[in-house]
């Protein structure tokens, strides 16, 4: 942060951080509980862990929705229409962090906490990097959004990795392994 606080304008810091007000109180929403089943539950099946991986997805997705329906509101309140696209770009995260979910709660339940922290500090570092890289080439507030976005892509890149898993379909009602 240093290194941006240099690179970018504290006007940069400021449009982003009206965006970040709005999506964190959102984010409070995505973690619904449902990474915790896979975790504390004494036995659970492939089924179960796909149909609540397309929970945590389709939550992710209804978050962006919600955060893309808004961006025109948010843009009107604060005067501001960089605020839009912002809003939007930042509305991803949502959808990545929901299908990170599962996968996490997998590592965690498998107690593979090394993994998970390899995980983070890879995906933080590939964010700062977006970050600095971006600001270094005139990206402005951009860079901001890019870092704030590049984490949670690298982390569920990590996590599917890690684990290997790929959820099941949903056909009929009921998780499948066959799409």
């Given at each position: ?73 948010l843009s009107a309140f604060y005067g501001e ?99």
């Amino acid at each position: 942060m240093i290194v941006l606080a240099r690179l970018l304008l504290k006007e940069d810091f400021g449009l982003v951080n009206m965006v970040t007000a709005f999506t964190g109180f959102l984010g409070l929403l995505l973690d619904v509980g449902l990474d915790l089943a896979t975790v504390q539950r004494a036995s659970i099946t492939r089924a179960q862990t796909s149909t609540l991986f397309w929970i945590n997805l389709a939550v992710g997705g209804l978050l962006a929705l919600v955060a893309a329906v808004t961006a025109p509101i948010l843009s009107a309140f604060y005067g501001e229409p960089r605020l839009y696209w912002v809003t939007v770009a930042l509305g991803t995260s949502f959808i990545l962090n929901g299908a990170a979910s599962q996968h996490r709660a997998m590592l965690q339940r498998s107690m593979r906490f090394a993994v998970l922290a390899i995980i983070d500090i890879v995906s933080l570092v590939a964010s700062i990097a977006a970050g600095i890289g971006m600001a270094v080439a005139g990206h402005g507030y951009w860079a901001l959004v890019a870092m704030m976005i590049s984490q949670p892509a690298v982390s569920v890149t990590g996590v599917w990795l890690a684990t290997g898993w790929i959820p099941g379909c949903r056909s009929g009602g009921r998780a499948s392994g066959r799409c």
